[in-house]
């Protein structure tokens, strides 16, 4: 009764999500899909088995019940015939185990498979509590940076270089692949080959203190168009303030605290201890996956970061309204 | 009757409060350390559910982020360390000399030590929460996170600290019950008798002294690293966060077969005894005790799966991990035998291994899934993996150890739980564990990480965690029912029988609760059921002098009779000695002087505990 | 010291001397006075003195002639300037300008010129605030001061005739370099590499100061002036805008290649030839790509500034090498035939031998341990790095030699036509290094990395070796205990003068380093000997004693040596330093008895 | 078990989180000297001060802002570079808490820039609690021993503290005419 319950309520619970590892959009996430199909049938026998083993003995202990003599038996002659039986059991959990390994070890080397030349580089840097993600390009003039977001293009692998600034964190978009941790010191590597387009959501998945909760990332998978045409908007640099107000705005932000964090190409601001704002209005959300990006969320974040994601590295910020309203309007234009 | 006058004046403690700092009584430091447990448990649980009422819905402000990491971390600690290890060593600290048949548990001093260690451990991490100086990195800890850069304060030593104080309390009782187990059992009773609980309670024995000197070296190394800026830890200056990962889960994963284990042992015997029949396969049992302690140090990589560790040598541990699963199989499948072939009487305790069979193969089968590399990607630190250990926990350990509480009640304390009550906790608590922690399994495969103090509203988590809310409250009420019972029956008058459940083990030959010599005879034992075969004929060895406190020390394999041994008298220097530790410790979290001027309490407590006693009272007049 | 063995290539060596005839006979009458009229004596960079009062015989007699204090206890780095019987002498910041009047006893000042350069470029200037030396050409006197001014005196009276400001603080940008008269043309450069600064040489107009042409060492073809006569030999300089396409995006803007160090001009080929510093920031990861046109030598149409030729020495520099180092113009006999080449020491620890036409890397031999590179590759040009030296983000990599201030810094080598040898005063000294990553706010230090500097192998920090350009080996060496960041000077009586950090100026034997004389002076000494003959027609050796740049800065700086990092690593290889010299600024001067 | 009770007491002032919303800039600075004619009137130090000095939190984001806002460039980890070494006793313009946040907000005339309006008051706050620590100023109990870098100095948590003493207050005299 048990196992049946445990698979219909995965069913019930539906598939279908922004991260799922049960809703695959890509090989990897697919070939994991297959392993978790295999490991589902093998234990659900298993445990349906066990499940029946109890039912029996329960079962025969009430019918010894009823006969209600409460002798102490001494090991009666059946135990030989169980004995067989205990060596088939093993037997059985053995044949099972090489069954599961076996399918682990063939999904895994799928996985592994070696470099392909054509995957797009992407190397993608933890800091505690955002992602920084730069397209590497062998025409160094190419490369794009941007943060907590991930625009894949489907059908061609991406290789993914996973590094930290300061503690241990983990990348993981369910619905493309398992997760792997970034680990100050040293470089791992994870390949992603989506096969549908569309949005997902990832999270870090190692916990890295106050804000591990609000550290996600978009992921949008494009067709090869959609893909191409983001990479040319990305490439370009930040739009010049088009209106006197964005033009304060601008004023705002390179004169107070702003510049010494954040980055806007095509300005002479470029610290790098904050996320890139270049294209900050093309982006699907607000301090990593934390916050809907809108003009009013925007403002609020500005000055008072702590009451969204108390313990932030982002400082809060005193600005009169005005001059917070154009510098809000100038980073709403950065698309 | 005067022996049993004699021996009680020979092995009794001071009256009043001055006997209970100092008494080495088994059976009084036993009952101390189950209820200090029991507190740590009842404390670890409000914890949870303060986290559940944060995660309850979405965006949740119950707590904000910094109490939530504290939250969590107190909760995984005192539940891994003050509660699940120390339990079941004091309930084998209690029951273990009895079974063997001797009259206290071997180095009662260091018995005592061990108990106000750990005891002042406890009380320590709980202060330091109470001072909002509670750790906040988890029961584990990851460095840079829990590095000198990344945790400003002193949060973390207190932690690392608290894991000092608990380890040296548990290879303290470990050594102890090695001793007992292999050294003082009763004549007769040789390793192919040996009843289960003690099989377990001696393999679990070995596996403390093998894992905890890992944590141990990983979490001074730690304190080192931010007290006295060395670089263990430190990737740019070549040491590796990796290396405290693998020094932690070397010890983590036996430390979880270490909580395992002896409620193996508890399974064994009260199915054994609740089947009225000896347990089915008791070979195999044995084997697939040993077989789990071996396997235990063999698969800790398998917490590493995501670090990029080699492949290949991740696909070793895969490997490792689903072979464990043959050792719990047979186990499974021999008590399901014993139950389907004897004539089970379905009380509490049997409840409880009911439910134990039940949640825990759930629970096994989940943590064989996670054994695969790809599949533990998906799997790892999400719901999925707090769902798998609960169950192999919860499901594993805590059923059983209800289970025997209910068993041994009677033999504590001379009095009976209530049945009903029994029956009420028990379903209470099983739903109630159900209910919360299986959406968790579905909450982690729709991508909900492990440890965040809230997520957001669209994600279709806010079900499963309502539900697992809910059912956590189910559990606290069962709690409540629990401790109802059990403070009745202490008040109530009626007492039990001495051996209300007719089992067949040696300590409920001794009266219940058993005298503070347990036996006035050695019982000499014949077969691996004593109380079942020869019941009234249970031979005796006379010849233990009554006048000072003796034991016999019988061979470890044929447990044949070798020497009488003196036992130290009753002495209060054990506390003194831990009191000088405990100065020690703490002291050396805010300055590394503190542990050379600490060592100087220390040394003198423990120079009186050892000093030798001159005058033997008629020693010299032995022949 | 090998002397034996170099004795016997002497004996040959002096015979083919006749043939290294120093370039640049065009400014013969310069040569007659005994003048000293630009750091460098002459636009070949030679540093060699032709006069030969002072021979290895009677050395040992030298006596102090007169002494002078600055007043400015930091770094002297200047190298006195003698013209017309007055010695010009520029401070380090406030950068005071004195003029000592050679024909009175004592060498009383004449006047002095206080530029009053803003006390907050102190903030900006990485290593020091110093300044190396005027240059005295047509009646004036042109210097640089530390907030990015170039100001021309009149060399009489000491008036200001002009000044021009080039520098913005605000971006870190200072200036420190000696500048290069060239017919009506002063060449000037700013410093910053650590401060991401963008470099650039400028060209001014002598008489007015106004601007005439300005280079870029980043960006588009037409900043860096390369144009259609720009043909380098080697096939990576070769693209268009490499100077952005071999960046990130917009990170040439704030990408380094200052030009601080020294200048060349050969005047048959009209062509001017420095180097530019390190890309910025230090953190390699942070600016893949070759990083064009930084640390790497420029051969430049005077008149235009357009681009002739450019050779890269560190693409993608690692370690910081700035490739502003000397370029002495000699003609050498190479493979039989006489080339017209540049001897570059290099701070990668090697030192190049270039065809002044073309470019072309003819050899290119370590002079000085070296880890960081296995070699130079001469078809395409690139050091082939060493890949368990490169520098990781996040990781320290141990025992990289040479360190960042390289294996020679700044501190000018001379060269001696009579004896062929090149004098290479530099350190040995190796280093630990930890790349991370690197915040840029305009005007604050734009670094990325730590390091930790120690001597190199064998334990002494110093050298001066007299190295042998045709033969491409050593010909003797002379270990110091103290790294040498002082000048040297070779003279035609075959004896060549260094200081110490620790104070000492010392003569050695021109020939086989054989020491004649020492003088222990106030403080130590990283400034520039100079040789002129007097107006009493009798031969003089000057040189200003003031312990300080980047190798002194735990003593100018009054730092703490219990930071291995401070100074960016120097402190950790001179924790000694404090006990051995203290800080000072004086003038000594030598003569014979 | 009473030291222990009492130091950790002490602690929870240490071990406190506070994330402040925005903090209006530094009151008045402190006077430089303490030479006063007439009958001296002490200037009570800014209350903030001693709130960031004692916080553990707080000294730890000045650890990281000190390398962020390139402090490091120019003093290194307290040895000093092109700016003077902050671990030990010299200080020109004043060693305690207030002090040094008034050298970071308006600057000082060799060189030290004004980074006031590019640093919000609170982290200058946090980065003038992180400079007193490098001379030992600061309880040992909330200092980190050291950061996941290299290896440059002893440890923090080892430094005997030296009081800040005056520091020789023209560093460049300018030679008389």
Known sequence: MRPAIFSAILLLAGCRGRQNALDFASDQSSAIGDVWHLMLVVCGVMYLLMMLLLGWAIWRALKARAASHDARTAAPGVDRKWRAALAAWSALIVLGLFVLAGGSFLVDRRLARGEDPNALQVRITASEWWWQVEYLDPAPSHTIVTANELHLPVDRPTHVELRSNDVIHSFWVPNLNGKTDLIPGRSNFQTLTPRRTGRWRGQCAEFCGLEHARMAMDVTVHDAAGFAEWQAAQRALAKAPDTPRRTEGQHVFMTSTCASCHTIAGTDASGKVGPDLTHLASRHSLAAGALPLDAKTLAAWISQPHAEKPGTNMPATDLPPDRLGALVDYLMSLR | MNTARELDATWADAPGWRGWIATVDHKRIGRRYLVTAF?????????????????????????????????????????????????????????????????????????????????????????????????????????????????????????????????????????????TILKMRAPGMTLARMPLFLWSMLVTSFMVVFAMPAVMLASSFLIMDRLVGTHYYNAAEGGDPLLWQHLFWFFGHPEVYIIFLPALGMVSSITQTFARRPVFGRLALVVSLVATGFLAFGLWVHHMFATGLPRMGNSFYTAASMMIALPSGVQIFCWMVTLGTGRPKFSTPLLFVIGFFITFVLGGLTGVMQASVPLDLQLHDTY???????????????????????????????????????????????????????????????????????????????????????????????????????????????????????????????????????????????????????????????????????????????????????????????????????????????????????????????????????????????? | MRQGAGRVARALLLVAGASFMPVLAQEAGVQEKGEWPMPAHDLASTRYSPLDEITAANAGKLKVAFTFSTGVDRGQEAAPIVV????????????????????????????????????????????DVVNRGAVVAGGKLFFNTLDGQTIALDVATGKQAWRTKLGDINRGETMTMAPLVVKDKVLVGNSGGEFGVRGWLTALDTATGKLVWRAYSTGPDKDVLIGPSFKPFYASDKGKDLGMTTWPPEAWKTGGGSVWGWISYDPESNLVFYGTANPGPWNAEQRPGDNKWTAGIFARDVDTGEARWFYQFSPHDLYDYDAINENVLVDLPIDGTTRKVIVRPERNGYVYVIDRASGEVLSADPFSPVNSTLGIDLETGRPRYNPDKQPRMGKVVRDICPTAPGAKDWNPSAWSPDTGLLYIPHANLCMDWESMQANYIAGTPYVGAEVRMYAGPGGHRGVLTAWDP?????????????????????????????????????????????????????????????????PDGHQYVAVLSGVGGWAGAIVAGNLDPRDGTAAKGMVNATTDLKQKTQPGGTLYVFALP | MAACIALTLGGCEREKRDFTGPQPPGGPAPPLVGLQPGTPSPVPPDPRGARYENNAYHIGQGQNLFRWMNCNGCHANGGGDAGPALMDGEWRYGGDIDHIYASIDQGRPNGMPSFRGKIPPEQIWQLAAYVRSLSGNIRKDAVPSRSEGMSATPPLTRRESEPPKGGDPAPNQEPQR
């Not at chain 2, 009745?488 to 009626?494: D, G, Y």
């Open chain 2, 39 to 179: 507190v740590f448990f009842i404390m670890g649980g409000i914890l949870a559910l303060v986290m559940r009422t944060q995660l309850a819905y979405p965006n949740g402000h119950v707590v904000g982020p910094d109490r939530y990491n504290q939250l969590f971390s107190m909760h995984g600690s005192s539940m891994m360390f003050l509660f699940a290890v120390p339990v079941m060593e004091a309930v084998a600290v209690y029951i273990v000399p009895l079974m063997c048949g001797t009259r206290n548990i071997a180095f009662p001093r260091l018995n005592a030590f061990s108990y106000w260690i750990y005891l002042f451990g406890g009380i320590m991490i709980y202060a330091a929460f109470f001072l909002n100086v509670g750790p906040e990195t988890g029961w584990f800890s990851y460095v840079p996170l829990a590095g000198p850069q990344f945790s400003p304060g002193k949060r973390t030593d207190f932690w690392a600290q608290m894991i000092t104080f608990t380890e040296v309390a548990a290879l303290a009782v470990a050594i102890e019950l090695i001793v």
């Open chain 2, 384 to 623: 999925f993996v707090v769902a798998h250990f609960h169950y192999v926990l919860i499901g594993g350990s805590v059923f059983p150890l209800f289970g025997a509480f209910f068993y041994w009640f009677p033999k504590f304390t001379g009095k009976a739980l209530n049945e009903t009550a029994g029956k009420w906790t028990f379903w209470l608590f099983f739903t109630g564990f159900n209910v919360t922690f299986f959406p968790m399994h579905i909450a982690g495969l729709q991508g909900m990480p492990r440890r965040v103090y809230t997520y957001p509203g669209d994600m279709g988590w806010g079900l499963w965690n309502l539900m697992s809310t809910a059912g956590s409250y189910l559990i606290a009420i069962s709690m409540l029912v629990f401790i109802v019972n059990v403070v009745r029956t202490l008040r109530s008058r009626e007492t039990a029988a001495e051996n209300p459940w007719d089992a067949p083990d040696l300590e409920w030959a001794a009266a219940s609760p058993p005298a503070k010599y347990n036996f006035a005879a050695v019982p000499v034992v014949t077969s691996d059921t004593p109380l079942w075969t020869e019941r009234d004929a249970l031979g005796a060895l006379s010849g233990l002098r009554d006048d000072r406190p003796e034991v016999l020390i019988t061979s470890a394999v044929e447990a044949a009779p070798q020497i009488r041994w003196g036992m130290p008298s009753p002495s209060v220097w054990p506390l003194v000695t831990a009191l000088g530790l405990t100065v020690m410790f703490v002291w050396s979290i805010f300055t590394p002087w503190g542990i050379v001027w600490g060592a100087i309490p220390f040394a003198i407590g423990a120079t009186v505990w050892f000093w030798p006693k001159r005058s033997q009272p008629g020693l010299e007049s032995e022949s």
């Open chain 3, 84 to 127: 017309d019987s007055t010695m010009y002498i520029v401070s380090p910041y406030p950068n005071i300008v004195y003029a000592l009047d050679l024909t009175r006893e004592g060498a009383p000042v004449k006047w002095s010129f206080r530029p009053q350069p803003d006390a907050a470029a102190q903030g900006v200037a990485c290593c």
């Open chain 3, 470 to 534: 045709v033969r491409r080996r050593i010909a003797w060496e002379i270990k110091e205990d103290l790294p040498v960041w002082s000048g040297t000077v070779v003279t035609r009586g075959g004896v060549v003068f260094y200081g110490t950090m620790d104070g000492w100026f010392k003569a050695v034997d021109a020939k086989d380093g054989k020491p004649l004389w020492k003088f222990k002076t106030g403080s130590g000494i990283i400034g520039q000997p100079v040789s002129y003959r007097g």
